[in-house]
């Protein structure tokens, strides 16, 4: 039977179980986003910690993107050799790593980027005080390759993969979901042309990554806000199985990583559920999942394939050998 501490094989790179440290931001990079001492440092003593993969935080593709000054980029190839550091941290712990790269889109602050930021339709996530300006078509065309180069940076740090960022309110989250996504052109509309820029997106970085790790952050629920919903998001998963994703990563929508009105355990796993129904790759699905016995159960009666411990093992880098000596 299959369990936590079983191995999963993603596009070819084998995690030795499957528990995934998740994306979390430290905000410990310099100005630039080059990566500190205390990044690598934080990472090593993770991998050590015994996740199977750890998925490295948001790290900024371009600057018009970034949503705090010391956010890690990787907007630059002066970035490469700093991610390098950061790659073989992770994997010296012997777990597989994979960074997200990601657009924040109208949740980019105008102190970390100077500007006014962009977003689909002039609507800003619900919750966020600045009022973002509309992007114009060739702005929404340029994103593609923004992506793409980030993949290519990450490949070559040696990176096993990326994961592109499309939750928490973030760019491609905002085109996806029609709360926030009014426009009338190609990039609008129907939940296809909401799509298109994601389509799009991870066509251009699939084409860089090669036969690396591609993942997706799902925005799988954006209650309360009305968008989308869990059933949406396993008609959407059926779309990026097509557009070649290894693995979909579920988690919160326009509520964002950790809504105030949910504090059960494993709440975004209802929708990892319904996703993983709907497509044949594997699933993750993080919220508030702190006990081992109800992580591994997840796994054995088939609910994910794999659990996303983000806090937990924030606060314990050995959270994940200790969860797996506890169930043996």
């Known amino acids: 039977m299959t369990d ?106 105008q102190e970390a980027i100077g500007t006014t930021a962009v977003s689909p339709s002039g609507i800003a996530v619900p919750g966020d005080k600045e009022e973002p300006r509309i992007m114009s078509s060739e702005e929404i065309e340029a994103i593609p390759a923004l992506f793409a180069a980030a993949a290519a940076r990450a490949r070559a740090a040696g990176f096993d993969g990326v994961e592109v960022h499309g939750a928490h309110g973030y760019l491609l989250d905002q085109f996806m979901s029609p709360y926030t996504n009014h426009r009338d052109d190609d990039h609008g509309g129907s939940l296809e042309g909401r799509l298109r820029l994601i389509e799009q997106t991870l066509g251009a970085v699939r084409h860089e990554l090669g036969p690396g790790v591609l993942m997706y952050r799902l925005g799988a629920d954006d209650a309360p806000v009305p968008g989308i919903t869990p059933e949406d998001a396993a008609e959407i998963a059926t779309y990026l199985e097509a557009w070649g994703v290894d693995l979909i990563d579920c988690s919160g929508g326009l509520c964002g990583s950790r809504p105030a009105d949910r504090t059960e355990p494993g709440f975004f796993v209802d929708a990892g559920a319904a996703v993983k129904r709907a497509v044949s790759i594997p699933v993750a699905a993080v919220g508030g999942i702190t006990d081992p016995a109800y992580a591994d159960d997840l796994v054995r009666r088939e609910i994910l394939d794999a659990v996303c411990v983000g806090r937990a093992q924030l606060k314990d880098p050995a959270w994940a050998r200790k969860a797996l000596e506890t169930l043996r």
């Open 4 to 109: 936590l501490a079983s191995p999963l094989t993603i596009a070819g790179v084998t995690l030795r179980n499957r528990i995934i440290m998740p994306p979390m931001a430290n905000n410990k990079a310099d100005d630039d986003g080059h990566v500190t001492d205390t990044l690598v440092e934080h990472y090593l003593r993770h991998a050590a910690g015994g996740p199977g993969m750890i998925v490295v935080e948001h790290s900024y593709i371009t600057l018009a993107g970034r949503v705090h000054a010391h956010q890690l980029g990787i907007w630059s190839d002066d970035h490469v050799s700093g991610l390098a550091r950061l790659a073989e941290a992770i994997h010296a712990g012997e777990a597989a790593a994979v960074i997200q790269i990601t657009h924040a889109g109208s949740r980019s602050p």
